[in-house]
C-alpha cells in the first residue's frame, strides 16, 4: 500500500495539470468527470494510508526464553566465576545493582546501599578510637594494645564481608534487571521470571533490592551493603563473632574502669 500510494502521488500531480488545462481550453464536462476522478483517487490513497498504519503491529516485549541443554531440559543458571567476567577492558561491570570493581587484581562486589557499610565503619572506627584514646594513660597499656586490636579486626571483617562475591547467578544475556517478586527461596525447580532462569541449586533467590538471583540466600543485609549468601555466609558469621567479641570487651573494660 505504501509504495502504491508513492507510485500514485506523481501521477496524481499530472492529473491535475491536465484538468486545470482542460479547465480552461477545454469543455467543462470533461473538466468535471476529472475532478470526480481526482476525488477517489485521494480517497483510494487516504484509505490505504489508514490501512497500512493500523496493519502495523504494536512493538511487544516478550521475556527472555530459557536456556535448555540437548534434551530440552532447563538449565540452571551458572554462578559468575570472576575469571570468567568479560571485563573487555572495563575496571566496573554490573549485575543487577551489584557493582563488581577490579582493582589491583582483587574483586570489589559492591552492592547497592554501600552507603550503610560507609556508615557502619564509621561507627566501629569511632567507638574503637574513643575507647583507645581513654584508655591510653589512664588504664594498664594492655588494653591500649586490646583496643587498637579489637577496632582494626572489626573493621577489617566488616569490609572483607562488604566486598566479598555472595554467590550470584549468571542472568540471561536479554534479560532486564528489575525488582522481581518472590516470597520463599527456590526449591531448585523455580524459574525465575526477572532473570529467565532456573533458581538451582535449592535455596536460591531473586533479591529485590539486588535484582538478581543469590545462591543460598540468607538475607539482605544492607550494613554489608548487599545479600548475605552461599559465598559471603562465612565472612558474614565472621564479623559478627568479632565484632560483638570486642564490642563486649569494650564496654566491660569501660565499666569496670569507671
Given at each position: 500500500a505504501g509504495a502504491g500510494g508513492s507510485s500514485a502521488r506523481p501521477r496524481l500531480g499530472a492529473m491535475v495539470t491536465g484538468?486545470?488545462?482542460?479547465?480552461?481550453?477545454?469543455?467543462p464536462g470533461e473538466d468535471e468527470e476529472e475532478l470526480h476522478r481526482l476525488v477517489a483517487d485521494v480517497g483510494d490513497l487516504d484509505s490505504c494510508g489508514a490501512l497500512e498504519q493500523q496493519a502495523a503491529?504494536?512493538?511487544?516485549?516478550?521475556?527472555?526464553?530459557?536456556?535448555k541443554d540437548t534434551t530440552g531440559e532447563l538449565q540452571p543458571g551458572a554462578l559468575i566465576e570472576v575469571d570468567k567476567i568479560p571485563w573487555q577492558g572495563r575496571r566496573v561491570v554490573k549485575y543487577g545493582r551489584?557493582?563488581?570493581?577490579?582493582?589491583?587484581?582483587?574483586?570489589?562486589?559492591?552492592?547497592?546501599?554501600?552507603?550503610?557499610?560507609i556508615g557502619?565503619?564509621?561507627?566501629?572506627?569511632?567507638?574503637?578510637?574513643?575507647?583507645?584514646?581513654?584508655?591510653?594513660?589512664?588504664?594498664?597499656?594492655?588494653?591500649?594494645?586490646?583496643?587498637?586490636?579489637?577496632?582494626?579486626?572489626?573493621?577489617?571483617?566488616?569490609?572483607?564481608?562488604?566486598?566479598?562475591?555472595?554467590?550470584?547467578?549468571?542472568?540471561?544475556?536479554?534479560?532486564?534487571?528489575?525488582?522481581?517478586?518472590?516470597?520463599?527461596?527456590?526449591?531448585?525447580?523455580?524459574?525465575c521470571d526477572v532473570c529467565g532462569i532456573l533458581q538451582s541449586p535449592r535455596g536460591t533467590?531473586?533479591?529485590?533490592?539486588?535484582?538478581?538471583?543469590?545462591?543460598?540466600?540468607?538475607?539482605?543485609?544492607?550494613?554489608m551493603s548487599k545479600c548475605i549468601g552461599a559465598r559471603n555466609l562465612n565472612a558474614f558469621y565472621t564479623f559478627l563473632c568479632v565484632s560483638l567479641s570486642s564490642l563486649f570487651y569494650v564496654v566491660v573494660t569501660t565499666i569496670l574502669s569507671a
Open positions: 484538468a486545470t488545462e482542460r479547465a480552461v481550453f477545454g469543455s503491529p504494536p512493538e511487544t516485549t516478550s521475556p527472555p526464553a530459557p536456556a551489584i557493582s563488581i570493581a577490579h582493582v589491583a587484581g582483587v574483586e570489589f562486589f559492591i552492592g547497592p546501599h554501600w552507603v550503610c557499610t557502619m565503619l564509621s561507627v566501629i572506627i569511632g567507638v574503637g578510637t574513643m575507647f583507645t584514646s581513654s584508655a591510653y594513660g589512664d588504664l594498664h597499656p594492655a588494653h591500649t594494645v586490646m583496643g587498637v586490636l579489637v577496632t582494626i579486626g572489626s573493621a577489617f571483617t566488616c569490609i572483607r564481608c562488604a566486598i566479598a562475591d555472595p554467590g550470584i547467578l549468571q542472568p540471561h544475556p536479554s534479560s532486564t534487571p528489575a525488582k522481581g517478586s518472590q516470597f520463599f527461596p527456590s526449591s531448585g525447580k523455580r524459574m533467590y531473586h533479591c529485590e533490592y539486588c535484582h538478581v538471583c543469590i545462591v543460598g540466600w540468607d538475607h539482605h543485609c544492607p550494613w
